[in-house]
């Protein structure tokens, strides 16, 4: 009965650090997502601005003087 206890506490210990290390994992994971989705919302807004400012520039060089 004692060998069966320390059997289950070793598992046990064996357990939680397995859902400590995915926990870890899970946020790293989550982390990357955000810098992901930061990175591409940044260089859409370059993408935009470039639009916007090519737009507004050949309104100036067309405007009529």
Known sequence: AAAAALAVEKERE????????RKIIDKLKEKRAAEHRKAALDEEMKVVDDISSGSAARKAVNAPD
């Open 14 to 21: 064996k357990f939680i650090e397995a859902s400590r290390e």
